[in-house]
């Protein structure tokens, strides 16, 4: 809330405040104000405690922190959990400089990152290493078009 304050700001509220308030209504104005906002933690804090105990043992447990959406869609997803998709290790595992440089990338889980174009599921057609003849046509696939 207050992070994009910076001491200059903050050096001025309070010369601002000395010239107003004066050196001599200052301390108790500020005695005021930090009472008032102790009395709004404690107004805020006893409200959730009923909340809590309208609500059953059974929400002893729960945060008001959870309606916040983000939060409540994060713990919903993730499950409560850092990383359960392992979006991390892979992220640390991703070497891009290894990719631009066209050097191999380092194993993860025991595989090395780099991509085999060939097909190795199934064996290659009798005829797929044979070269055309002059003047002879490609197969056609019908359905393939």
Do not use: Y
Not at 59 to 73: A, R, S
């Amino acid at each position: 809330m207050f992070s994009d304050v910076g001491g200059l700001e903050i050096l001025t509220l309070i010369v601002m405040a000395i010239i107003i308030f004066g050196p001599d209504k200052l301390p108790k104005l500020i005695q005021d104000t930090m009472g008032f906002i102790r009395k709004i933690r404690s107004f805020a804090d006893n409200a959730k405690e009923d909340i809590r105990s309208e609500l059953g043992p059974e929400f002893q447990d729960f945060e008001f922190e959870d309606l916040n959406p983000k939060t409540f869609v994060r713990k919903q997803l993730m499950g409560g959990q850092e990383d359960p998709l392992g979006l991390k290790d892979m992220k640390d595992s991703l070497d891009i400089r290894s990719v631009l440089d066209d050097k191999p990338a380092a194993p993860v889980n025991g595989r090395t990152g780099s991509v085999s174009f060939e097909k190795s599921a199934a064996p290659a057609p009798a005829s797929a290493g044979v070269p055309l003849a002059a003047g002879e046509r490609p197969p056609f696939d019908p359905d393939a078009t």
